[in-house]
């Protein structure tokens, strides 16, 4: 039997609304220092939630041509920019490898809904002849792997992973496997994310599933929290080169962490809320180590999904506990949203970056704003303040709409 292909992790790229590069976006999560702030950029005097945390004083053009940059949807533009940046801190020259080696895999909710509603605006208002032509590309949910292909030079394959708040660790995920199967040798892969549009930001006040926060900013997202009352939307994208071990070492290239363990399950519960027992992403964690061919004990530290609501930090302590049992207690865990927001469809993709970075600097960043702990959510989460700790074994957690669930498991690598 052929030994198992390897893949680890040799660049990371971030446009976040803690900041456009790994120095800055990770020490904002350390210190920790909110991105939120009261939104600006549409009319919230008659919502409830007017908190969120958005991507200021980005410049497309520092990423690719004025053209490009004019006629693509924000979300696209986002992916793009982060995917480059992953690259160039890969250090990776795409031109020099077999074309059909290496592959896109993008993830996002939402896709170019905001180029869907000004084109169906345009056509109510004045009719289909002023619809710009290039809605065809920003419309279509799955063009933003292809225009990040597009822009890389990467001729592979390009695909793009819609399953809600998942879809970032899935696309990480399916990336591991395509290099695993040795269907590549190197893989782009993220997500991306542009929700901050009055009638999808309606939607989540409709539901009542966003912080109501009014006074302070900072304050709106508390994961964990006895008071806790939701998340705050984020918008962005992260994305990371995945290479085959031996390709990568054969170039000497930097390496993050190993990518060991992919697992992803759906609760078949309901459509929007989790299985109150945990069981899907109890699941979707077995599956990981199962494939990682580890032991619950040799996890270190858990990113989870922590979105502060209600049911999910419950839910997620809950399978915490069942899948580690015992060693549940000594899991160190956190949930860095109140920092980022929460970027739906990208919060996986940004969240394996954290943990790669966690495990890298030997860092633990905090939750934020949890002061009063419920008495439900009684593990340990980091609270506050950034904890010095070597962290050998990282877990990534992310659940979405309709009881999906995922997870991924990085490994230090010596």
């Given at each position: 039997m052929e030994p198992r292909r390897r893949a680890v992790i040799t660049g990371a790229g971030v446009i976040a609304p803690n900041?456009?590069?790994?120095?800055?976006?990770?020490?904002?999560?350390?210190?920790?220092?909110?991105?939120?702030?009261?939104?600006?950029?549409?009319?919230?005097?008659?919502?409830?939630?007017?908190?969120?945390?958005?991507?200021?004083?980005?410049?497309?053009?520092?990423?690719?041509?004025?053209?490009?940059?004019?006629?693509l949807d924000i979300s696209y533009l986002y992916g793009i920019a982060a995917a480059q940046q992953a690259v160039w801190d890969s250090g990776i020259d795409i031109s020099s490898l077999d074309p059909?080696?290496?592959?896109?895999?993008?993830?996002?909710?939402?896709?170019?809904?905001?180029?869907?509603?000004?084109?169906?605006?345009?056509?109510?208002?004045?009719?289909?002849?002023n619809i710009s032509p290039f809605t065809l590309i920003n419309a279509y949910t799955g063009g933003g792997s292809s225009e990040i292909a597009l822009a890389l030079g990467a001729s592979g394959h390009a695909m793009t992973v819609c399953t809600a708040c998942s879809s970032g660790t899935d696309a990480i995920g399916l990336s591991l496997s395509s290099i695993m199967d040795d269907d590549a040798d190197v893989m782009i892969a993220g997500a991306t994310e542009a929700p901050m549009i009055p009638g999808y930001w309606g939607i989540f006040c409709a539901a009542k599933s966003m912080s109501r926060e009014l006074k302070t900013p900072s304050r709106a997202m508390r994961p964990f929290n006895k008071d806790r009352e939701g998340f705050i939307l984020g918008e962005g994208a992260a994305f990371v080169v995945i290479e085959e071990l031996s390709y990568a070492l054969s170039r000497n290239a930097p390496i993050y962490a190993e990518i060991v363990g992919y697992g992803r399950s759906?609760?078949?519960?309901?459509?929007?809320?989790?299985?109150?027992?945990?069981?899907?992403?109890?699941?979707?964690?077995?599956?990981?180590?199962?494939?990682?061919?580890?032991?619950?004990?040799?996890?270190?530290y858990v990113n989870v999904h922590g979105?502060?609501?209600?049911?999910?930090?419950?839910?997620?302590?809950?399978?915490?506990?069942?899948?580690?049992?015992?060693?549940?207690?000594?899991?160190?865990?956190?949930?860095?949203?109140?920092?980022?927001?929460?970027?739906?469809?990208?919060?996986?993709?940004?969240?394996?970056?954290?943990?790669?970075?966690?495990?890298?600097?030997?860092?633990i960043p905090p939750t934020m704003n949890l002061t009063d702990p419920d008495p439900e959510c009684d593990l340990d989460y980091v609270p506050n303040e950034a904890r010095t700790a070597k962290v050998d074994v990282a877990v990534n957690m992310n659940a979405g709409f309709g009881g999906k669930n995922a997870c991924l498991i990085l490994k230090r690598f010596e």
């Amino acid at each position: 039997m052929e030994p198992r292909r390897r893949a680890v992790i040799t660049g990371a790229g971030v446009i976040a609304p803690n900041g456009f590069t790994l120095k800055t976006f990770w020490e904002s999560l350390c210190e920790p220092r909110s991105a939120a702030s009261f939104v600006d950029r549409f009319d919230t005097s008659s919502l409830p939630t007017k908190v969120g945390c958005l991507v200021k004083d980005f410049k497309p053009e520092e990423y690719m041509d004025p053209k490009t940059a004019k006629r693509l949807d924000i979300s696209y533009l986002y992916g793009i920019a982060a995917a480059q940046q992953a690259v160039w801190d890969s250090g990776i020259d795409i031109s020099s490898l077999d074309p059909d080696r290496i592959g896109v895999i993008e993830g996002t909710s939402i896709g170019g809904l905001n180029s869907s509603l000004v084109c169906h605006d345009t056509y109510n208002t004045k009719g289909y002849r002023n619809i710009s032509p290039f809605t065809l590309i920003n419309a279509y949910t799955g063009g933003g792997s292809s225009e990040i292909a597009l822009a890389l030079g990467a001729s592979g394959h390009a695909m793009t992973v819609c399953t809600a708040c998942s879809s970032g660790t899935d696309a990480i995920g399916l990336s591991l496997s395509s290099i695993m199967d040795d269907d590549a040798d190197v893989m782009i892969a993220g997500a991306t994310e542009a929700p901050m549009i009055p009638g999808y930001w309606g939607i989540f006040c409709a539901a009542k599933s966003m912080s109501r926060e009014l006074k302070t900013p900072s304050r709106a997202m508390r994961p964990f929290n006895k008071d806790r009352e939701g998340f705050i939307l984020g918008e962005g994208a992260a994305f990371v080169v995945i290479e085959e071990l031996s390709y990568a070492l054969s170039r000497n290239a930097p390496i993050y962490a190993e990518i060991v363990g992919y697992g992803r399950s759906c609760d078949s519960y309901h459509s929007v809320a989790q299985h109150p027992e945990g069981r899907g992403a109890s699941r979707s964690l077995e599956k990981a180590l199962r494939r990682a061919r580890m032991h619950p004990k040799e996890v270190d530290y858990v990113n989870v999904h922590g979105s502060a609501t209600s049911s999910n930090d419950v839910v997620e302590t809950k399978a915490l506990k069942h899948v580690f049992n015992s060693h549940a207690r000594s899991l160190q865990i956190s949930a860095t949203k109140p920092v980022t927001g929460h970027l739906a469809g990208a919060a996986g993709a940004l969240e394996t970056v954290i943990c790669a970075l966690t495990i890298k600097n030997k860092t633990i960043p905090p939750t934020m704003n949890l002061t009063d702990p419920d008495p439900e959510c009684d593990l340990d989460y980091v609270p506050n303040e950034a904890r010095t700790a070597k962290v050998d074994v990282a877990v990534n957690m992310n659940a979405g709409f309709g009881g999906k669930n995922a997870c991924l498991i990085l490994k230090r690598f010596e």
